[in-house]
């Protein structure tokens, strides 16, 4: 089955500077890769996501690329803020079947002021 | 819409117990899923649902059950409760096979 990496566990970046988080997955057949945010005591909130036919994704300050080849996916947060502060999960589907995500182990995202 | 609701928040059960997790989506979502997360850990699949009458088993399904009589519930049943069932469980639903929605979480200790 899919098996999904992500680095690293925490990151703690400036008020105003970016962040980048990344993810490495196994199964060559996955072609959804989503990212979500989860605030203390509140369920994941899909915050962007990429298909595999498409290389980038930007909505606002927040970026997704993908690399099929080298199987790897990155989530770049620009000019970050306070209410960025959060735990930031990334996923993979598999190609066909409706199977649910697999996840990474998450990365805890620390906006220092 | 209140999206997917999930009751109850918390429960502590002993050892043995059952209960049951309900979940509701108002979104007329054909797909359903149950997730589990364990601290520091992502969330792991449970079980899922592509429509009424039509359940899966995902990648830990032991020791839980599913039902799904109708589009909008699909509860998750613990029969013989066990202490590494403590978690925070999420249901999730969503129209197509992306774009899953999560609900808040019902955070269950055995003990």
């Known amino acids: 089955g899919e098996n999904v990496e992500q680095h690293p566990s925490t990151l703690s970046v400036q008020e105003g500077d970016s962040a980048v988080i990344k993810c490495t997955y196994s199964?060559?057949?996955?072609?959804?890769f989503p990212w979500y945010k989860q605030e203390l005591g509140k369920g994941p909130q899909l915050i962007i996501d990429i298909r595999s036919n498409v290389g980038e994704k930007k909505d606002q300050r927040i970026a997704v690329t993908l690399n099929k080849t080298a199987k790897h996916f990155s989530l770049h947060i620009t000019e970050t803020q306070p209410e960025d502060s959060a735990v930031y999960f990334c996923a993979a589907s598999s190609g066909g079947g409706a199977d649910g995500l697999t996840f990474g182990k998450g990365t805890h995202l620390i906006i220092q002021p | 819409n209140a999206g997917v609701t999930q009751t109850p928040k918390f429960r502590i059960l002993k050892i043995g117990q059952s209960m049951t997790l309900q979940c509701t989506q108002d979104?007329?979502?054909?797909?359903m899923y149950w997730y589990r997360q364990d601290p520091g850990m992502g969330l792991k699949l449970i079980y899922y649902?592509?429509?009424?009458?039509?359940?899966d088993k995902g990648e830990v399904p032991n020791g839980y059950n599913v039902s799904r009589s109708t589009t909008e519930d699909f509860p998750l049943r613990l029969e013989l409760a066990a202490p590494s069932q403590t978690s925070v469980y999420f249901c999730?639903?969503?129209?197509?096979?992306?774009?899953?929605?999560f609900g808040p979480g019902t955070r269950l200790t055995v003990l």
């Open positions: 199964d060559s057949a996955s072609n959804y």
């Open positions: 649902s592509v429509g009424a009458g039509i359940t």
């Open positions: 999730a639903s969503s129209y197509a096979r992306v774009w899953q929605f």
């Open positions: 979104m007329n979502h054909n797909y």
